[in-house]
């Protein structure tokens, strides 16, 4: 059995913004759904391209939403994962857009206009590391720099 560790908020923030890909999960009025998601990073926020007629689209207004990324290594039986809790907000204002598009602007694998930005603010920050004596950080399949 491998033991478990409570990552830092440091460290929760040094894996988001080396991945390009992970999940969002969000209420419906059909229960709850887990959506694959590209994403970015920018400053305490992760950031989401979609369409407004997707699930994110018309039910993350405003609602309560978990973003997560993981990585799992089953040979070895370790692992890690980082989640973040927030308020998904629309990004609307050209400025904001300008930035975002300036910085690191989420881009999306599917195909398709996803000309909607969604933010979720990092309002909850937790990640776990099983198995002592590795870094996650050295062991990424690909580690996107901001």
Not at 14 to 43: C, F, K, Q, W
Not at 47 to 73: K, P
Not at 108 to 134: H, K
């Amino acid at each position: 059995m491998q033991s478990t560790h409570d990552l830092s908020r440091e460290e929760c923030a040094r894996l988001l913004t080396s991945g390009v890909a992970g999940r969002v999960a969000l209420s419906t009025p059909t229960g709850p759904h887990i959506l694959p998601v590209n994403y970015s990073v920018d400053e305490e926020s992760v950031l989401l391209r979609t369409t407004a007629y997707s699930l994110l689209g018309t039910y993350g207004r405003d609602a309560q939403v978990c973003f997560e990324i993981d990585q799992f290594d089953y040979e070895n039986k370790r692992g890690w994962s980082v989640s973040v809790r927030g308020r998904a907000v629309f990004v609307d204002d050209p400025a904001e857009l300008a930035h975002i598009a300036r910085t690191w602007e989420p881009r999306p694998w599917a195909s398709g206009q996803r000309n909607l930005v969604v933010r979720i603010p990092w309002t909850e920050v937790s990640g776990r590391q099983v198995g002592d004596g590795w870094d996650p950080w050295d062991h990424l399949p690909v580690r996107r720099l901001a």
